[in-house]
């Protein structure tokens, strides 16, 4: 047969250029690879707010760090925030502080997890397999549902994805590709930075146990084992640790709710959070039932085609796959054998089973039963906007309870999603089914992130309920003398003069300022011990209205940084303690009791505020 009559060559094809391995080649792969994953995972960049559940807190405590400069001890308004490691705000912090936007900051430490590990996995492959094996492994990595959507979120659990796939990269390339001592202890030491993340994040260490069984029963690698590089790993990896938790184990000596905090997070969010969970209970077996067989899609669909491959690879002694596939086990045995479990726990896992299917996924990626599958997920796709444009369309209630629940008329990006989404199912159709697949993930993506995300954001970060809550305070309190005093104090606006005039109700029923202090958990004599006020530590003791100790942080933070009279307060009682551990958090509690001592006193008074009330 002539050349004229062979069949042209698919679009997937010509993309993944088998046996071309230029250095243009790869420049080309990291150029798609990062454009896909741009539109996957930064679609609607910017375009919201932080969302609930734990967006919101997320963010406000990135914030409290650029505000009160301390980033030592994580805190939400003054309060200590002891759920998590601080290693995740201060990337949110440092990105908010380098766009100088809440919108753009809080997301993009999420969006450069994603790419970073899509960019890691392809690297990997390439020095182990081929390029056309990286590409294609990342390629399917980034069309795997769990990994792009946990991208688009503001949550720790995509920069953990991130820091446990370097870590894997670091071991693997000395183990398995090496000798790379270089690498080894940067892989330690991303674990490192792991735990400061989250708790879990040494686990890209497991993979060193069925490494050193598999090479001690004579499967095949270029070292035998970490060798003499065991301790160097062990101290970058304590090194990254000690970045965080020996500064905070020396501030939390102090005892009270440092000591309360540092316990804390060492042993009830670590220990007793993964041996006797207290919420998120599931049976052993959710992971395997709930869980992957869905968000795992479509990598996991591609088991059945898979397994006998893997089977082959394990009795040929194929080193690099066995333990990637031990190593996905073992997390996910890690993860089942703790009663709490939430779906994000074993996202670490999904780059590694990517890795381990890519050596044959070029094959399946051109495979007829793979291609099928990809492109039933693509109509699926298409079909479910298209169902829902028509439903909404059909049932006027259904669609109002939309718009009155979320703020947006499901219709318009239903109906825009659905024709994107066929747009590619109708022109790549079967033979290319991987890329209509791609295709159909990027419309739907793409159509939330720019046409539902923007109208939905009032309704789903709170502002148009806090809009709403501010006008009927405002209403209310208006009908009140002392609320137009307290406005007038530099920092208080309507919701936080609200809230005092509501805590402190009639002025006259305190009889001095440390009755009044008790009433927000604000105790500046505690930790004084016959110093001065200048060098007195202020204290929370945290019995006192949570709601007013927050929002007069929050005055503080704002009237600290932003007005002349209180700034120029605030650097008058940090002059020659800028050194100490936490004192700007602290000199702003202390700011926050002075403007609940002023507050008291302008009701008392039916005063405006004067700055003289600040040296008082």
Known sequence: MSDAGAAAPSLLERWLRPGRASTRDVLLDVAGLVALAVLLMGAGFGLRDPWPADEPRFALIAQDMLRSGDWLIPRVGGD?????????????????????????????????????????????????????????????????????????????????????????????????????????????AAAGLGVITKGVGFLPLLVLLPFVVLTRRGWPAPVTGPGGLWLPGAAAMLFAIGLWFVPMMLATAAGGELLAYRNEILFEQTVTRYAGAWHHHEPPWHYLTHVIPVLWLPLIALVPWLWPRWRAALRDRDTLVAVLLAWVVLVIVFFSASSGKRGVYVLPAVP???????????????????????????????SLAALGAAYFALDARAAERVVRDYGVHPVPPLAVAAIAAAIPVVWLRVRDGWLAYAGALVAVLVTIGTLIYPQMDEMRSGRAFMARVEQAIQELASSFAEYE????????????????????????????????????????????????????????????????????????????????????????????????????????????AKMLVIAWTLMKRKEFFNPAYIQA
């Open 80 to 188: 200590l925030y002891a759920d998590k490691p601080p290693f995740y705000f201060w990337l949110m912090a440092s990105a908010m502080a380098l766009t100088g936007s809440l919108r753009l900051g809080f997301l993009l430490p999420s969006l450069l997890a994603g790419v970073g590990t899509v960019l890691l996995v392809y690297d990997l492959l390439r020095r182990a397999r081929s390029r056309e094996v990286a590409l294609a492994g990342a390629f399917v990595l980034l069309v795997t549902f769990q990994f792009t959507w946990q991208a688009r979120q503001a949550q720790i659990d995509g920069v953990l994805c991130f820091l446990t796939t370097l870590s894997l990269y670091g071991l693997l390339r000395h183990l398995l590709l090496g000798p790379a001592p270089g690498w080894f202890v940067t892989g330690w």
């Open 352 to 382: 590694a089973l990517a890795m381990a299917a890519a050596p044959w996924l070029p094959e399946l990626l051109r495979a007829r039963g793979p291609r099928r599958l990809a492109f039933g997920l693509a109509v699926l796709l298409a």
């Open 485 to 592: 005093y307290l406005k007038s104090i530099p920092g208080f606006g309507p919701y936080v003069s609200a809230v005092t005039l509501s805590a402190i109700g009639n002025p006259d029923r305190f009889e001095n300022r440390s009755q009044l202090l008790r009433l927000a958990g604000f105790d500046l004599s505690a930790s004084r011990s016959g110093e001065k006020s200048k060098s007195a530590v202020p204290v929370i003791s945290k019995k006192g209205k949570a709601d007013l100790r927050y929002a007069l942080y929050q005055a503080a933070l704002v009237a600290s940084s932003l007005t002349r009279h209180f700034r120029a307060y605030y650097n008058r009682l940090l002059d020659g303690r800028q050194r100490e551990q936490g004192i700007r958090t602290k000199m702003r509690v202390k700011i926050a």
